[in-house]
């Protein structure tokens, strides 16, 4: 069995991610068309071992590749170190599970060393790059200009407390919790997983986040109360640029408000690892080195912070592909001049950036839908994208 191959990653054997309309998938960034199974028809258990899940297993020890792992591909095809290469090294002291694999794929018992549920769609925010499957907001605002959507996705379809009772059994064994949205905390089964955790003295779990930080509050909980108790806590906050432009990004964004969450969490919770995360797009191409000098010069981030970045590849006309070539060159140029003042963590994402502008092909057809949905949304959102980025108006005409 290869688990050095180059399609091996130790999720199927270690994880299961359910998505907040129930579809399962290898992970957060498993193909969301090709989904292992559903936990409204079926569960957990059953999922674990069924045919799509078996193969997956076949495929990866027969260093087959995955049709539901292509993004991971992807970015490993332009130099990017991808989850699969991540999780295989966070978890490589797990590897020796595989071993109990039989040969048609099956796994026994189910094994939880990493968590993910999504438990809903519930979020205060509308980023562009996001949809109504992640954000209730969205789901609103489609509903109330003629796009009838579901408000509320639950991942259970009902209240999640079927799924809840499905995953608790699990719990004391599992190494970290990733939570995340929808909006984590916002998310009622976020506080009883911690409070779960806390009352069984498994606050030496890891605990990571990737949340928009709008809010520390919910209901009658302080998120930072309970980080307090735990060990390892990372934060990844969901940031793709500032001011104007994030507030524009993800519509709902208060910059004052999350810059002060930030000043808050340094203040009273010094332990934790407090980081971002940025999806890469045609929004913050050109001024990502200005984001990444206003963040370290107004010490929301120390110099030596080790964010991650995500090249958008869906929706496509968010991504590079819509860029012509002289814009994208001037693009390439700038970040080229910048990205040595960095620390070497950065100037790896900078130049997994750069190679992945100049892998992928310009596209009409992408750029023409850009103009039509930014208009579409610009006008029902009271938003202006030339105004906001004046450094790409040509991207509208």
């Known amino acids: 069995m290869d ?3 180059d399609t091996f990653c130790i999720y199927p054997w270690i994880h299961m991610y359910v998505n907040p309309d129930g579809n399962v998938l290898p992970c957060c960034i498993g193909e969301y068309n090709k989904p292992l199974g559903n936990v409204r028809t079926h569960s957990i258990e059953q999922i674990w071992n069924n045919d799509r899940y078996k193969t997956m297993r076949q495929n990866m020890l027969q260093g087959k590749k995955c049709s539901e792992c292509n993004a991971c591909y992807v970015a490993e095809s332009s130099g990017g170190v991808s989850n699969r290469i ?4 966070q978890y490589q002291q797990h590897f020796n599970l ?8 099956t796994y026994k018992p ?5 968590f993910d549920v999504r438990w809903s769609n519930i979020c205060n925010f509308k ?7 992640y954000s209730s907001t969205w789901a609103q605002e489609d509903s109330a200009n003629g796009k009838p959507k579901e408000i509320f996705i639950m991942a259970d379809g009902d209240d999640n407390s079927k799924l809840y009772d499905q995953f608790e059994p699990y719990l004391d064994g599992i190494e970290s919790f990733y939570f995340a949205g929808g909006e984590p905390l916002l998310t009622d089964k976020h506080y009883i997983i911690l409070e779960y955790l806390i009352k069984n003295n498994r606050t030496d779990v890891r605990i990571e986040y990737n949340t928009n930080l709008s809010n520390l509050h919910y209901k009658n909980k302080s998120v930072i109360d309970m980080w307090k108790k735990f060990k390892n806590v990372q934060v990844f906050a969901s940031l793709d640029s500032y001011g104007d432009r ?3 990004i993800r ?3 208060d910059w004052n408000k999350i810059e002060s969450n930030i000043k808050q969490i340094i203040e009273e919770c010094p332990h934790i690892n407090l980081n971002f995360s940025s999806v890469v797009s045609v929004f913050n191409l050109y001024t990502i080195t200005d984001f990444l000098d206003y963040l370290i010069d107004n010490k929301l981030f120390n110099k030596n912070v080790t964010p991650t970045f995500y090249n958008i590849n869906h929706p496509e006309y968010y991504s590079a592909k819509i860029i012509n070539p002289a814009l994208k060159q001037k693009i390439i140029d700038k970040i080229t001049v ?11 994402l900078l130049k997994e950036v750069i190679s992945h502008l100049k892998n992928v092909e310009y596209n009409d057809l992408l750029k023409e839908e850009f103009v039509v949905v930014t208009d579409y949304y610009d006008k029902i959102r009271n938003r202006n994208f030339v105004k906001s980025f004046p450094e790409l108006k040509e991207l509208m005409e």
Do not use: W
């Open 127 to 133: 980023c562009r790059s996001c949809s109504s499957t």
């Open 246 to 248: 994030a507030e524009f």
């Open 251 to 253: 519509e709902g964004t």
């Open 86 to 89: 991540t999780r295989n090294k």
């Open 110 to 114: 189910m094994t939880l060393k990493h």
């Open 3 to 5: 688990t050095k191959s």
């Open 338 to 348: 910048n990205k040595n003042k960095y620390n070497n963590h950065i100037q790896i």
């Open 98 to 105: 595989v071993e109990n694999t039989l040969p048609d794929g």
